[in-house]
């Protein structure tokens, strides 16, 4: 296979099956996937963040990442879109699937909310290029997750593509104290779909 560099972009499908039955839910739910994309883009950018508090849900911040995520398609259902992302940012999307893939019940106030659709994961991302998308998966597949900390989760990840030779000579660096920030993010995505994490 072709090894993948940093500065493609690939069309990513994103589908979140979740049942959403307001704009408002919906809306939070898309920034948050966002936050995500602006997240990975501005940790790999930087070698020391100041602090870890990034503002990655706010409007002036998450515009000059916009296009991290360029929708190309999208769909009615829970939520389906197919968007362009760099390669950075596709895997990070990729490690969404599998670390949301079993945590589906959610304790709210001492009640269980069940995730809508027991068939599907509540988070499912597929690249466009079938190649791609089969080294990825091996590579993810083998990272131990932890569910009790996505920050070492995260870390596990990134080192294992950069360990596997997929991106050739290159890795995905970050900010010494960036997975910080995008563990935040993640949580609070799935705080907001309704994964217990």
């Not at 929708?71 to 197919?82: N, P």
């Amino acid at each position: 296979m072709k090894k993948i560099t940093l500065d493609e972009r690939f069309d990513v499908e994103i589908r979140l099956n979740e049942k959403f039955d307001s704009i408002y839910s919906l809306c939070y739910a898309l920034i948050d996937l966002q936050a995500v994309a602006n997240s990975t883009a501005y940790i790999t950018s930087k070698k020391e963040l100041k602090n870890e508090k990034v503002p990655t849900t706010v409007r002036s911040f998450g515009k000059k990442y916009k296009d991290e995520l360029k929708l190309k398609k999208f769909s009615e259902g829970s939520f389906i879109a197919t968007v362009a992302a760099g390669v950075a940012t596709g895997i990070i999307l990729k490690f969404l699937d599998k670390y949301f893939d079993s945590s589906q019940t959610r304790h709210i106030h001492n009640h269980v909310h069940i995730h809508n659709d027991e068939q599907r994961p509540p988070i499912e991302v597929k690249f466009n290029n079938p190649q791609v998308e089969q080294h990825i998966n091996e590579v993810l597949d083998s990272v131990e997750i932890d569910r009790e900390n996505v920050e070492v989760s995260l870390e596990r990840a990134i080192g294992a593509i950069n360990e596997s030779g997929i991106l050739g000579q290159q890795h995905i660096v970050y900010a010494s104290n960036g997975l910080t920030v995008l563990a935040h993010d993640i949580e609070r995505l799935g705080r907001n779909i309704n994964i217990s994490i």
